[in-house]
């Protein structure tokens, strides 16, 4: 009655080897420990909200009954988008919704011993899939239509990933989208994309992202809204006052941008079902709308999020927001072993608000994330984030957290110690562009036009920068660039700090939004 | 002229290998980057306040020398406690305060090679100095003058500890203080305890805590608090407005007790460190406070907590509050590998709001103080932890994430849905108690005088039961027991959940705390 979707790609990557550990509740132990009838393999197939019933029909016995309801709740979730292309009936080709769909990738593996897959589509599943895939031995393709993997995450955070897949022999075939599937006579299928490029694949997963699965509510007459959500209150409660929807159906608001959105997450589909069962119990609690807070983590990378990104706020229209990059180690430095977190803050450069954040690195990556997050929940500033007291013992933090010195970086901005600028905006300047590392590291790879006086030497040799001209500064992730910065504000330069140095200057190029 | 003190228990044990990796800075350093001239082996004698300048020695030479100052920072940290007990000057017998003293216990063990080590002290670098000393190979007793070790937590999340600690071949002598340490020829050293129990051991540790170092401040005739250490306003100004101090030489409030306390911990430090530099600046930010986040790995167990513990409340003269215990899982149970998280939350039982945590457990423990660590920084309550939205996917959390069970225990014993009784009161009932978990579980150990009904027979069975009395229920950990509450409650009887269950029993049982 109850399964553990979250847990199927990894059933398919056989980390999870018995399917019986994905069933979480039988209706014989709702019968014995609540009173709860379940009925399944029993589908609602239509709601009459005038008589407030439901036309159900066995699916085994193909019988009708109609049940009757005082208040009805609808957690019907999401379906995987289905591409209206030829070929994603054939056999070897698979969505990932269910037990039955994650036991045919098994079986296929099992039974014809594929040796290269396809995945369609770089989000969540698509990279968990890929991941489960590439355990189980097969040769991966990820075929993605954007530019980059992780449509949540803004382009220059998605280069780690690539980096990080290519380098684990998953394949990425990006910016192409899906034309369609193909069944060679004794070699398996070939994807063909957009661009007319053919990949030979044992097996396909459609991993396109999902749908609202709203097909009842609206057949019932319920509000649908914008998003394609079934529309609901603060209370889950729908249109009609006898109805609630809950879970992935559903449009709820987002917390940072203020809009409606749909967000397929199981911490938030949680919540909804407890207000919704606390609403029809006649106790007003109110759903507090979502912050996206989520999790991947891809043959050993963690990519998390919390917020809105820089494109979600953009197409939200809201332009007052700054970001700082940074990319500390996960632990204390001088503990064998750190690991660096590629962070990226995004917060109001009004009154510093935190807006949102994303992160990719090894270890301890989701860790800042919750945290962050939990500082969004509560309205929470840079400044917060600047003075947050958090677990330090070498092994898993450090003095000054990642989170810290996020929250310090934009500070600095904020108050105008360390004015930023921005990799996106490196075509359109004519700033001088002044490199901060020692001779060696410049030489083994710098921007293009950049003037290297490195910091050892700054106090000597500023006198050979332009006092009239804008300065921007960078080092290899920032921490020289801001001394710098300060030294030349002091000395009467207009210096800003190009914002997590050379490292994020070339994710950002090679996502091509610097130059 | 820094050092990474949270490093040296770690040079000890050879995880840091090269000394140099514990020096954070130089004097060239400050000097080539910021203009800053850095005295080393130089020690400040004596402040002479009206007429604004220090008398300072230089260590090598001897020479003495005045410094002018307009502000001055006193950062001298704290110094370990020596015991007053003979013997502690021995050869073999060490502090851990700084480079030198770690150097001498690697060559103490290169040179002498020892077996066995007697730690005094069990808290945070007791603890540490045994799992090093472990590492190298030796044979290690903890003698800690108290029931517990890790004094900063309540008894009952200590045990998991001890438990832990003996497992990893680590001998805890608990309840006894140190009385001499006595060297015998050719045999090496005795450690002689209170009780007059006697431990061989090849090198003895002194870890018996630390207290501020405060006497230059003392001389200068600065005010010191009550707590030892120096008194600061929120400035980080001591009571001479040119004279600052910061670190863990210093007096701060508790921002749970709002009393006064000292604590040695880097994170505060840093912060005290910018708020006094600010202030020096002319620029009025304020310190907030400490909330005593704190972190310390023991062979492979993590410990960590935020906030105030019970004993800590008690002690404050709190008394109006409520705790509830948990054992989730740190990440989905049918994702393999879960692993418990020991977990004890402290919660105002007139508002919920958060007052404290502990954990105690082998993964994700400190990510979920750090989450609980940021909500009580925004005087958060228990329903933000109940609505808090974290990472999942199943590697990492749930869609429950232990914060989230945490929360929502708190409120169901808020709003009176789970009313929960004390393990540490079971000497002192009349209640009947109530073992719900099921028969093979009963035989296998159970609470003394316990009735077995379990849940699975309850709704048949509850006519056992008597209406006039009350009923304590425990299960394994606590979440059966919180149905057969519900249940109980809504037939009338008088239930209270025994919170965190057996798990929580034994524990308790195994600090003294519960008959």
Redesign the interface.
């Known amino acids: 009655m109850s399964f ?1 979707n ?2 199927l790609p ?1 059933y398919v990557g056989d ?3 018995d399917e019986r ?2 069933l ?1 509740a039988s209706p014989e132990l709702f019968w ?4 709860i009838r379940v009925f399944t393999n029993t589908e609602v197939v239509s709601i009459d909200r005038q008589r407030g019933q439901v036309a159900v029909q066995e699916l085994e016995s193909g019988q009708p009954r109609i049940e009757r309801y005082d208040s009805l709740v609808l957690a019907p979730g999401a379906a995987p988008i289905r591409p209206r292309v030829t070929g994603t009936g054939l056999a070897g080709v698979f969505s990932v919704r269910n037990i039955p769909d994650s036991r045919g990738i098994r079986s296929w593996i099992s039974s014809r011993n594929p040796r290269t897959a396809v995945v369609v589509g770089g989000g ?1 599943i698509g990279l ?1 899939m890929a991941e489960n895939l590439a355990r189980r031995g097969l040769a991966v393709t990820v075929l993605e239509k954007l530019p980059q993997v992780m449509a949540s995450l803004d382009p220059e955070m998605a280069v780690p990933i690539h980096t990080h897949l290519t380098t684990e022999g998953v394949a990425l075939h990006l910016n192409d989208g899906l034309a369609s599937i193909q069944e060679l006579p004794e070699r398996g299928l070939v994807v063909v994309a957009e661009s007319g490029a053919r990949l030979q694949a044992d097996l396909v997963i459609l991993a396109l992202g999902v749908k609202p699965d709203v097909g009842l509510a609206r057949d019932a007459g319920l509000a649908i809204g914008a998003r394609g959500g079934i529309v609901v209150d603060d209370q889950m409660r729908t249109s009609d006052p006898h109805i609630w929807a809950v879970g992935d159906a559903v449009e709820v608001p987002d917390v940072v941008t203020g809009q409606e959105t749909v967000l397929p ?7 909804q079902g407890r207000v919704a069962a606390e609403s029809i119990a006649g106790r007003r609690t109110a759903f ?1 709308g ?2 996206a ?5 891809v043959l050993g990378l ?1 990519v ?1 999020s ?1 917020g809105a990104s820089e494109k979600g706020l953009r197409r939200a229209g809201v332009s007052n927001f700054q970001s700082v990059y940074l990319h500390p180690g996960h632990h ?1 430095g ?3 072993g750190a690991k660096p977190i590629h962070l990226k803050l995004l917060f109001s450069n009004i009154d510093g608000r935190i807006l949102g954040a994303q992160a990719v690195g090894c270890e301890g990556v ?2 800042r ?3 962050i ?3 969004i ?2 309205g ?1 500033t840079v400044h ?1 984030l600047a ?11 450090a ?3 990642p989170v ?1 010195l996020a929250g310090m970086l934009a500070q600095n901005v904020l108050n105008g110690d360390m004015p930023v600028a921005d990799w996106h905006a490196l075509g359109d300047t004519s700033a001088l562009l002044l490199d901060v590392r020692e001779p060696g590291e410049f030489a083994d790879g710098h921007v293009p036009n950049a003037l290297n006086i490195p ?2 030497q700054l ?1 000597i040799r500023h006198g050979e920068l332009p006092v009239d001209r804008d300065i921007w500064v960078y080092c290899g992730v920032g921490q020289r660039a801001y ?1 710098a910065v300060r030294f030349l504000a002091q000395c009467g330069y207009r210096a800003s700090n190009l914002s997590g140095g050379y490292a994020t200057y070339l994710a950002a190029r090679d996502a091509g939004v610097a130059p």
Chains 1, 2 share one sequence.
């Open positions: 553990a979250c847990g990894f980390v999870i080897e550990a994905l979480m014995q420990r609540f009173s969540f968990e997450l199981a911490g938030p589909a949680n919540r507090r979502v912050q807070t989520a999790v991947v983590g963690t998390a919390t204390a001088y503990y064998p989701e860790k994330i919750d945290v997050a939990t500082a929940q509560f929470g917060h003075e947050a007291e958090l677990c330090y013992a070498p092994q898993f933090g003095a000054k957290d810290n910091l050892s106090r001394y």
